[in-house]
């Protein structure tokens, strides 16, 4: 049974930090293509970033780069989400994605990722 379980979220000020972690079970995890998605009240789902099974490419939303760093740990079947610098714009429900044989321009597409955490709220306050 495949698992994505994140966690980390939480109430913070903007200017503040987060990391979010998503634990992943049931699949080979350096096989997969990892992500974040976010998706706010009344908005569409968007992929924050992304990140191959090797980590040699790392796509990342305008609005993120910068700010936030995709990581993850093969050893560990862990994938991050380093957030910095945190606005009121980053309020959101935020989700981790597996994906096989993910091709280079579909990283940021939520059609190419077959497995879904269940996801972490995070706020930022003004």
């Known amino acids: 049974q495949v698992q994505l379980v994140e966690s980390g979220g939480g109430l913070v000020q903007a200017g503040g930090s987060l990391r979010l972690s998503c634990a992943v079970s049931g699949v080979t995890f350096s096989s997969y293509t990892m992500a974040w998605f976010r998706q706010a009240p009344g908005k569409e789902r968007e992929c924050v970033a992304a990140i191959t099974g090797t980590g040699d490419s790392t796509p990342y939303a305008d609005s993120v780069k910068g700010r936030f760093t995709i990581s993850r740990d093969n050893a560990k079947n862990t994938l991050y989400l380093q957030m910095n610098s945190l606005n009121p714009e980053a309020t959101a429900v935020y989700y981790c994605?597996?994906?096989?044989?993910?091709?280079?321009?579909?990283?940021?597409?939520?059609?190419?990722?077959?497995?879904w955490g269940q996801g972490t709220q995070v706020t930022v306050s003004s």
């Open positions: 994605a597996a994906g096989l044989l993910v091709v280079a321009r579909a990283l940021i597409r939520s059609p190419s990722y077959k497995y």
